[in-house]
């Protein structure tokens, strides 16, 4: 629909929505000066369109607020929801669908992600296809004039093409209504929290219009129903490549198995950190690590299987320590060194997982080394196991 071409690339246009034929209209995108779109809300309504993407800007986060609460009443009148306004679009894997301006679908999995920011959406579409990221769905929700995160939650929620929710947050206009979607929430839910500091909150209330609230409160609610906080879009990408291949943690006992005492530090003070401290391996277990090792090795957690550890090593130590009832998952660390080849490090470690035949105990792996750890990278995260290099 455009009021002055009548062909754009190709696709006939009109001048009007209520001059299109009598087909029905699922959704419509908005990308006109805001000024126009109440007008074309309305037309949409009248032509019994449900839903409608509102990309444009100079709404409430401009100070317009009653233009972005004229949009909701008009909808409202015709039965009609409205993601936005001030949005990328959205984009969807499974309808094969970019309403955006992403320059493409992002790589193809079960992370459904929500963002108040729409340059966030595009750069995760970029970087899904670098960190091979699988993501189902790409939602651009800017001002939250209409619909909610906690709707959006309620909807992935019952989506077979969802596994794990990670959202972008600069703030809530129903915190009480977030928390509870998110307890009713039978998926994992990642949070980043955005506007924590005193400019970033005043930069959150010009980009969305949002009112960043306490940061302490927020941690407390997040705590509270069970979502994973994410610090970083960083830490927002690992978690989310994490839990999208793999199941939470059961129980409380994490077992690291590396190859370099110094990664299994910094391994064992990362995971204190996030709230799981490393508890010292069974008696049993330690015993039978303590073949795969030679005297100087360490069986206690980390499981250090030094410099030595050969490729069927790093697959029998996998295998044993899967088939232990006391590990509940396993963080599996490479450090590169020159009698070893990390694709054949890689391979050990996914056969070795396959021939435990155990399922529902979370590993990830973390491969320390230059150019040459990159392709074990990516055939771990082929086999469903998360990587990080």
């Known amino acids: 629909v455009n009021l002055k071409e009548t062909n754009i690339l190709g696709i006939k246009a009109y ?77 969807s894997n499974p309808s094969k669908c970019n309403a955006s301006f992403a320059p493409c679908l992002p790589y193809p999995g079960k992370v459904a992600l929500i963002s108040q920011s729409g340059a966030m959406i595009v750069a995760i579409d970029a970087k899904s296809w670098v960190e091979s990221i699988g993501i189902s769905y790409l ?81 407390a609610a997040m705590k509270q ?18 839990l999208a291949v793999q199941p939470p943690l059961r129980g409380d006992n994490v077992v690291v198995i590396t190859n370099g005492g110094g ?37 206690k957690n980390p499981i250090d299987l030094t410099g030595m550890a050969t490729a069927s090593v790093y697959h029998d130590a996998m295998k044993t320590a899967l088939l232990h009832d006391w590990v509940g998952g396993v963080i599996v660390l490479y450090s590169i060194t020159a009698t070893t080849d990390p694709m054949a490090m890689a391979e050990a470690i996914v056969s070795g997982i396959k021939d435990s035949e ?7 792996a973390g491969f320390l080394g230059g150019a040459e750890c990159r392709k074990a990278v990516t055939s771990l995260i082929e086999n469903g196991v998360p990587a990080y290099d």
């Open 15 to 91: 001048k009007s929505v209520l001059d299109i034929p009598e087909h029905e209209i699922d959704l419509a995108i908005l990308a006109i000066p805001a000024r126009f779109c109440a007008n074309a809300v309305r037309e949409c309504g009248k032509r019994g369109t449900k839903f409608a993407v509102v990309i444009s800007a100079g709404f409430a986060e401009a100070g317009n607020l009653a233009l972005e609460e004229e949009l909701v009443t008009i909808a409202g009148k015709y039965g009609m929801r409205i993601v936005g306004p001030n949005v990328v679009g959205i984009l």
């Open 358 to 364: 155990v399922t529902g105990k979370p590993v990830v």
């Open 225 to 242: 129903c069970g979502v994973v906080k994410a610090r970083s879009l960083s830490s927002l990408f690992s978690r989310s490549k994490a």
């Open 139 to 219: 939602v651009s929700i800017g001002n939250m004039a209409d619909v909610q995160i906690d709707e959006m939650i309620d909807y992935l929620n019952t989506d077979p093409d969802v596994d794990t929710i990670s959202i972008y947050i600069e703030g809530l206009k129903d915190g009480r209504a977030f928390v509870k979607a998110a307890e009713r929430c039978t998926k994992p839910i990642i949070v980043l929290k955005a506007g924590i500091s005193t400019s970033g909150a005043a930069a959150a209330a010009s980009h969305t219009g949002s009112l960043a609230g306490s940061n302490e409160m927020f941690d």
């Open 263 to 299: 990664a299994g530090v910094l391994t064992a003070d990362a995971s204190e950190l996030e709230g799981i401290p490393l508890n010292e391996a069974t008696v049993t277990l330690q015993q039978d690590m303590k073949e795969y090792m030679p005297p100087f090795g360490s069986s």
